[in-house]
């Protein structure tokens, strides 16, 4: 029988917290947890300066959490904290051919908004509705690079690769929606620790964040 584990870091600026799945085929069970408290001094959300104040201990931190759940698992989905980047919506007159391609478009269409500037940008995009015309609403998560990569060289430090990295927001959707029946048109608000995220669907499709 194989099995693979999967790894969650849940990371907040006073806070970690992971999770381990064991994933066999289409089913999953949840085969471990941990909480880990963060000094002060270790971490700060920040859109553009260097989130992580003391890499070393910081690394210290991530082995403890996740040690005792990881076994010979090293790739981690990792969760960042939204203050460390933004998610924005937007529409475009554009049906993008290739990946490369939208993210160019994005670049381009968004300069004038973005809070940094785009050559400095780590910059994705998820596809949420093709309305006639050929018009698309997007979703765009961005993140400054340097920001970015100080997160991987710790996590690398740390013994760990990521997997995958993401902001908490749109997976609390997805987890309430494969568990409830949350119909058509929702409003989800969400209150944790220092933070406030409402979200509003219209026909399951994203359109206020």
């Known amino acids: 029988m194989f099995f693979r584990t999967c790894l969650g870091l849940d ?18 069970q949840l085969v471990g947890g941990n ?16 989130n ?13 959490i996740l040690s005792p759940l990881a076994g010979r698992e090293e790739r981690v989905s990792l969760v960042l904290p939204e203050m460390a980047g933004r998610l924005l919506l937007t529409e475009v007159n554009a049906d993008f051919k290739t990946r490369a391609e939208g993210l160019e478009i994005l670049k381009w269409q968004l300069k004038n908004n973005l809070p940094i500037d785009p050559q400095d940008l780590q ?14 609403r997007v979703a765009v998560a961005l993140m400054a690079r340097n920001v970015v990569t100080q ?23 997805s987890c ?7 119909g058509e048109d929702l409003v989800l608000l969400s209150v944790e620790g220092g ?6 669907f219209q026909r399951r499709t994203l359109t206020v964040h």
């Open 52 to 64: 992580i104040l003391d890499s070393g201990r910081f690394a210290e931190k991530i082995r403890e």
């Open 11 to 28: 990371v907040r600026p006073r806070e970690l917290r992971a999770v381990a799945l064991r994933r066999q085929g289409k089913k999953s």
């Open 35 to 50: 909480i880990l408290s963060l000094d002060a001094d270790i971490l700060t959300p920040s859109l553009r300066e260097p």
């Open 123 to 136: 910059l994705d995009y998820q596809v949420l509705e093709k309305q006639d015309g050929g018009r698309c």
């Open 151 to 173: 997160y991987e060289e710790v996590l690398l430090e740390a013994g760990y690769s990521p997997a995958q990295i993401d902001f908490p927001a749109l997976n609390l959707y």
């Open 176 to 182: 309430f929606r494969s568990r409830l029946d949350l």
């Open 195 to 200: 933070s406030l995220s409402l979200q509003s």
